[in-house]
Every structure is written in C-alpha cells, then in structure tokens.
C-alpha cells in the first residue's frame, strides 16, 4: 500500500474553511471508487497559512497520477466540488510515503 499526504494552500480563510468542512467530507465518500481511502484531513494550525493537509492510502494496482487524472475527470469531483471556486486552490503538494515496519499504518 501507498501512502500519500496532499496539501492544499488555498486562498483565503474563508475560501479554507468551505473546502475543509463542506467539500473534503464529501471526498472521504467518493474517493474508495478510485482505489482510495481517505485516513484524515487536517488545517495547518500556523496562522495565514490557509492550508489543508490530507492523508490518503491508495489500493494495490492504483497509481497515483491514474488516479489523480480519473478523479479530476469524474462526474463525483464536479459533484463534490459543486459550489466552490476552484481558482481559490493556488497549490497542491504530494508526497507519496512508504510505511515502515512497525508503524502502526504498515
């Protein structure tokens, strides 16, 4: 299994607080279509920051830019999304992590 954490920098705090508490819970629902479970997603605690932090698992044979290009052409991310100004989303980060023996995710 593939870990990755996506973070999102986002505009303002306003624009933050709507993708994190209106539209990231609907992508928890329609992400395990894809090959994906969402573990958790989280808003940078540091001030100005406007970030919010994703923990993802992706499914054996799911890679991560098939799935990235599935998703974003999917009728389920235009519903998810459906009322939110994308051009409010001015980064995203990925980091893809591998789970060491031991740890609790392994």
Not at 7 to 36: D, I, K
Not at 69 to 83: H, I, K, R
Request: charged share 15%; aromatic share 10%.
């Amino acid at each position: 299994m593939i870990y990755q954490i996506r973070t999102y920098t986002l505009r303002t705090a306003e624009a933050l607080q709507q993708y994190a508490t209106v539209h990231w819970p609907r992508h928890v629902t329609s992400m395990p279509a894809f090959g994906v479970t969402v573990h958790g997603f989280w808003t940078d605690h540091q001030a100005g920051a406007h970030r919010l932090i994703a923990l993802l698992s992706l499914r054996e044979g799911t890679h991560p830019a098939e799935f990235t290009t599935a998703y974003v052409a999917s009728p389920e991310l235009a519903a998810d999304m459906q009322g939110f100004d994308v051009s409010d989303i001015v980064d995203v980060e990925e980091l893809l992590l591998d789970p060491v023996a031991g740890s609790p995710l392994a």
